[in-house]
Structures are given as C-alpha cells and as structure tokens.
C-alpha cells in the first residue's frame, strides 16, 4: 500500500505554493478524495502525482509545478535508511 500525506504536510504545501491540494485514492475508474488542504479555487484540477491507486490533484495560478511535484514525490516516496 502507498505511503499517505499529512494533513499538516498537505497545509505547508498549500500554503507555501499557494494552491489548493488534495490527495486521493482511487476506486476503479473514479478517484475517492482522501485529505486536502487550502483554499477553493475555480480552476480546472491538475493531477500531478500518481503512483499505484494513488494520486494528488492541484488547482492553482502561477505556481512552481515541478517543484511542487518534486516535493509530492519526496514526501510520498521516503528514502529508506539502510
């Protein structure tokens, strides 16, 4: 089973991009909203992260995309410490 964000990790990121995040899982065709975090926008949803049944969506203007997904998959995909 995939890895889960916090609520808090979901806040940060929504307040430090300043978009509106939420991650999901999904249920055969159709994606079931987990957590999310900011503030809602009218703004078509951009799925940005998925792995396995797994995914997080973003809504935002004028924000550092692969940055933003770098540190979803960061946080998503820890580093095991040997």
Known sequence: MANEISTFDLERLAKTFGVRIWFCRRTGRRWSFIAGAGEEKVLPSELIFEKDETG?????????????????????????IA
């Open 56 to 80: 997080v969506f973003v809504q935002g203007e004028d924000f550092d995309s692969q940055r933003l997904k770098a540190e979803v998959e960061r946080l998503l995909n820890p580093v095991a």
